[in-house]
């Protein structure tokens, strides 16, 4: 069946880097796109990016400056890496398969 | 970007009665293929979202019938008829017809 499952640090020091790893499982990345999604405590949903199953990414505009996201196909992981990280990036982070399969999210928490 | 309005922000139903959820976007949702790329995602406390309905008015799989959505190009509706306990939660509508996606702000359902 299908699952994805996020994974990375739950506390990040703020000027730093986030690395996030989306890891999939009963579908391949090179039949459907992958998003992140982010959620700030107490918040709404944020469309952060996604990578295409060909392989494009599309970006939040808000966002684009300071986000990457890539993938290895061979070990069906999509990667998100967001830089110069403040307190205000503290949020879950949700990867999702097109929003009709959802990660159970990781919490990033940007704090010294 | 597409900004996409929900009201109300907050609803308060009994069990049993039905509830609705407008939902508006900045400009047309119908994409060059004909179709509309309209979701619309439910999140429980707790829980990571779940998508409810693709494509205006198409229910996912295991959705109950008694959600339903319509509308076309900017305007566009949730219903649910006869809410039951389940159903308690923060209802997102989302379009992602046009790069960069985005969500509205969220309407909690509440118990009255």
């Known amino acids: 069946q299908v699952q994805l499952k996020e994974s990375g640090p739950g506390l990040v020091q703020p000027s730093q880097t986030l690395s996030l790893t989306c890891t999939v499982s009963g579908f391949s990345l090179t039949s459907y796109h992958v998003h992140w999604v982010r959620q700030p405590p107490g918040k709404g949903l944020e469309w952060m990016g996604r990578i295409q199953n060909g392989g494009s990414t599309d970006y939040n505009s808000a966002l684009k400056s300071r986000l990457s996201i890539s993938r290895d196909t061979s070990k069906s992981q999509v990667f998100l890496k967001m830089n110069s990280l403040q307190t205000e990036d503290t949020a879950m982070y949700f990867c999702?398969?097109?929003?009709?399969?959802w990660g159970q999210g990781v919490m990033v928490s940007v704090s010294s | 970007d597409i900004v996409m309005t929900q009201t109300p922000l907050s609803l308060s139903v009994a069990i049993g009665q039905s509830a609705s959820i407008s939902c508006k976007s900045s400009q047309s949702l119908k994409y060059s293929d004909g179709k509309t790329y309209l979701n619309w995602v439910f999140q429980s406390p707790g829980q990571s979202p779940k998508r409810l309905i693709y494509?205006?008015?198409k229910l996912d799989s295991g959705v109950p019938d008694r959600f339903s959505g319509t509308g076309s190009e900017t305007d566009f509706t949730l219903k649910i008829s006869r809410v039951e306990a389940e159903d308690l939660g923060v209802y997102y509508c989302c379009q992602g017809s046009y790069s960069p996606y985005t969500f509205g702000a969220g309407t909690k359902l509440e118990l009255k």
């Open positions: 494509q205006v008015s």
């Open positions: 999702t398969s097109d929003f009709d399969y």
